[in-house]
């Protein structure tokens, strides 16, 4: 499967741990995309990366976020002192070089429930 | 800024009657749009973009959608819907003139198809 893969599919947390997520793009890809989605709502931006470097992030993106690209391959998100109103669905998006007209390439996305 | 309006959260129609979902957007500069679709428990699936040029776009699994400048609307358009075709279908907006390379997703509506 050469899609955009992230792992683990499921994560049940109790609030105040440690959770991470990770995500492998497209191997062409050197773009990377972290959203949040929440039942009900479309996708929330959370943060942007241009190969290793992160180039934007979200007012969403608090300070007990952190997310990593270290070698421009594959992302990591970690969320630590986990709340409730971090449950969602974690999304993770890649897309190629050559300019931006085309389409994000979306993982089947993390959901996180905090108990 | 730039965003995007889904004003249904839910569209109903019957198996091969024509099916509208309807988008409208905002931005300072000019649009790339685009819609995506999500089955349950799956990430989005790209369906079809408008760049530049003739206002009528087509996509996947028979899928258009019209570009309106005046109305600053992009509608999601198929002529005859299929039971498989329900989903949450997603209008996507990036302004090409503002530099960044986000696009703003809107709420979702939810497509049902009757048999």
């Known amino acids: 499967d050469t899609g955009v893969s992230q792992d683990p599919r499921h994560k049940i947390t109790k609030r105040g741990q440690n959770v991470t997520f990770r995500c492998d793009p497209i191997?062409?890809?050197?773009?990377l995309y972290w959203y949040r989605q929440t039942l009900g709502q479309g996708p929330e931006f959370l943060t942007y990366?241009?190969?290793?470097?992160?180039?934007?992030k979200s007012r969403l993106l608090s300070d007990r976020f952190s997310a990593e690209r270290p070698k421009g391959s594959f992302s990591t998100l970690e969320i630590q002192r986990t709340e409730q109103g971090d449950s969602a669905m974690y999304l993770c998006?890649?897309?190629?070089?050559?300019?931006?007209?085309?389409?994000?390439?979306f993982g089947e996305g993390s959901r996180l429930t905090v108990l | 800024a730039q965003s995007v309006a889904q004003p249904e959260d839910q569209v109903n129609v019957a198996e091969g009657n024509p099916l509208t979902v309807k988008c409208t957007y905002s931005v300072s500069g000019n649009p790339y749009l685009f819609w995506y679709v999500q089955y349950p428990n799956r990430g989005l699936q790209f369906l079809l973009k408008?760049?530049?040029?003739?206002?009528l776009v087509k996509g996947s699994y028979g899928f258009e959608a019209e570009f309106n400048k005046s109305q600053t609307s992009f509608h999601l358009k198929k002529p005859s819907a299929l039971v498989s075709d329900s989903a949450l279908y997603f209008c996507?907006?990036?302004?090409?003139?503002?530099?960044?390379?986000?696009?703003?997703f809107g709420r979702g509506t939810s497509l049902i198809v009757h048999p």
């Open positions: 998006a890649s897309r190629d070089r050559v300019g931006f007209t085309g389409e994000l390439f």
């Open positions: 990366f241009q190969n290793e470097a992160q180039l934007e």
């Open positions: 191997s062409e890809h050197n773009r």
């Open positions: 408008y760049i530049t040029g003739d206002n």
């Open positions: 996507a907006v990036r302004d090409i003139t503002g530099g960044s390379y986000i696009p703003t």
